[in-house]
């Protein structure tokens, strides 16, 4: 097993055990449920925009270690930024998943430990939902399932 291997290993049961954001916020002002039914994953994102920014950010919802922990380091990821650093962030976690982009860590900071996820492409979905979700929340649209996004006034 590689060193690279053990962190994400590490990574995955640490955010798995004790998500972060984990809950629902009082007063969303976007959010958006994402399913997988091939595994039963099922998140919901819900946020709080101010100013075109990620004030305030949580998902719950159940699924395997890979999918709460991607929902969870995803939340840590993009609370504070502005809408577009979050879809371009999506963006290139994505990529790296699909095969498509090199791991980089300076452009996705703690998420590079997920990258090997991209070796176990019946994963892939597990990691990416709670992003699909967040995307769907903020109203870009995405090809994973994902339901009822909603943007409240």
């Keep these: 097993m590689t060193a690279a291997d053990l962190l994400y290993q590490e990574v995955v049961v640490e955010h798995k055990r004790a998500p972060r954001h984990f809950g629902k916020l009082a007063a969303p002002t976007h959010e958006a449920r994402g399913r997988n039914p091939q595994c039963?994953?099922?998140?919901?994102?819900q946020l709080r925009l101010e100013d075109g920014r990620v004030a305030d950010i949580a998902f719950h919802g159940q699924g395997?270690?890979?999918?709460?922990a991607s929902s969870s380091m995803m939340t840590e990821a993009v609370l504070g930024r502005d809408v577009d650093a979050a879809r371009e962030l999506q963006r290139r976690f994505?990529?790296?998943l699909t095969g498509q982009a090199e791991p980089d860590p300076a452009a996705l900071g703690k998420l590079v430990s997920l990258s090997g996820v991209c070796r176990y492409p019946s994963r892939i979905k597990c990691a990416l939902l709670g992003w699909h979700a967040?995307?769907?929340a903020i109203?870009?649209?995405?090809d994973a399932p994902a339901e009822a996004a909603?943007?409240?006034?």
């Design 94 to 96: 994505r990529a790296v």
């Design 134 to 136: 967040l995307m769907h």
């Design 139 to 142: 109203g870009e649209t995405s």
């Design 64 to 68: 395997c270690a890979i999918c709460i």
């Design 40 to 45: 039963g994953d099922e998140v919901e994102v």
């Design 150 to 153: 909603k943007a409240r006034p």
